[in-house]
């Protein structure tokens, strides 16, 4: 058996150096980050073993499963090029306008039923119109009197008197994800900027409510302009950070780009794991596409999935998600105990897994 080598010696103690100072409250540095993106892959596991001890600490082996509601598809002015509901999309989608409230209700009982602590609902549009606040009003307190679920509203861009109207009904959360970094942000969508999309979520937090925004690794953005949205959202004290990655469709104006590889992906969580590291971190779209055989590994350093389909992609079926995070030895996180446990909080021992 041979000796390690001082190259591996050193690169195993950086990472686990990197979740020491974490965890003793210390922040990395942007180029520090961008070193974790660069690790070369034959690090991943060293890696994803110093960002597991930094999620534990926090999270211990839960995982928050969220599930997504497309309330109104397509129609959108906007032009994000990664988006397939985006004006100049010409994907083959479902169009259509806000659902109605049997079958937003109806969201709800299968957010429920997948075990899912929140449940997203998400239109397209650059914000929303009065009549869709006015349903949000209507729905949000008639979900929340039946089913035992936060709700995340995801409604485009907001203003601080739309904001306080969607505390007011019972809106949790609101997610508004910066996407990108701010120097690229110009490159991926041109019909409104990166401070709009900031003065979204400060609109969200002046109003009393918390803030979920992430982004989409594997645009053509640099490692830098993903770090930067990392300490953005680090800035903005976000309480929840979902992940995508790229699944550039057929009919969208990035088509063609995958660029991804399953070690990108989770060099990506890892770094969001050690900049974000109390917050929630979810691997969200193109899970299934980008990770493919090594998901689980994502895991052990995000505490949260979709469960069910993404807005207009399939997601794998719920049952293979319970089985993955039943193999891992990691439970999932009800409704009632996620309210009990804050994400500042350090974890305490979690359940034993539960068979379903
Ligand atoms: S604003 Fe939202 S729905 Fe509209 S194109 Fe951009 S990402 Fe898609």
Redo the contacts with the bound molecule.
């Keep these: 058996m041979t000796s390690p080598t001082a190259t591996e010696t050193n690169s195993t103690t950086r990472w686990q150096a990197f979740a020491t100072r974490v965890l003793a409250g210390e922040e990395l540095s942007a180029d520090e980050a961008i070193e974790v993106l660069a690790a070369p892959d034959v690090e991943v596991l060293d890696l994803l073993h110093a960002a597991y001890r930094v999620r534990h600490h926090y999270f211990g082996q839960r995982v928050q499963l969220y599930f997504l509601m497309n309330a109104k598809s397509g129609l959108?002015?906007?032009?994000?090029s990664?988006?397939s509901?985006?004006?100049d999309s010409t994907a083959e989608i479902p169009r259509y306008n806000l659902l109605n409230r049997t079958d937003l209700l109806a969201g709800a009982k299968a957010a429920a039923e997948r075990k899912a602590k929140t449940y997203c609902m998400v239109i397209?549009?650059?914000g929303p119109s009065e009549r869709e606040i006015a349903a949000v009003e209507q729905i949000v307190p008639e979900i929340k009197e039946q089913y035992n679920l936060d709700i995340c509203a995801c409604l485009?861009l907001l203003t601080p008197e739309q904001a306080a109207r969607l505390r007011a009904c019972g809106v949790d959360r609101v997610n508004h994800n910066l996407n990108t970094g701010g120097d690229f942000y110009d490159e991926i969508?041109t019909t409104?900027t990166y401070q709009d999309r900031l003065d979204t979520l400060h609109a969200v937090r002046d109003a009393g409510m918390e803030l979920c925004s992430g982004g989409i690794i594997g645009m053509g953005e640099s490692p830098s302009d993903i770090v930067d949205m990392a300490l953005d959202l680090r800035e903005l004290k976000v309480e929840s950070i979902p992940v995508n990655f790229l699944n550039a469709i057929e009919g969208t104006a990035l088509v063609g780009r995958n660029e991804l590889t399953p070690n990108d992906c989770l060099k990506t969580l890892a770094m969001f794991r050690l900049v974000n590291p109390d917050r929630e971190i979810r691997i969200a779209g193109g899970r299934e596409l980008h990770l493919r055989s090594l998901q689980p590994l994502g895991l052990y350093a995000a505490n949260s999935i979709f469960v069910g389909d993404y807005l207009t992609t399939k997601g794998q079926l719920p049952e293979a998600d319970y089985a993955m995070i039943r193999d891992l030895g990691f439970e999932v996180v009800e409704s009632t105990e996620a309210a009990a446990t804050s994400p500042s909080q350090p974890a305490t021992r979690s359940k034993a897994p539960p068979a379903k």
Excluded: I, L, V
């Design positions: 959108c002015p906007e032009d994000c990664y988006c509901q985006s004006k397209s549009a650059r485009g969508c409104h």
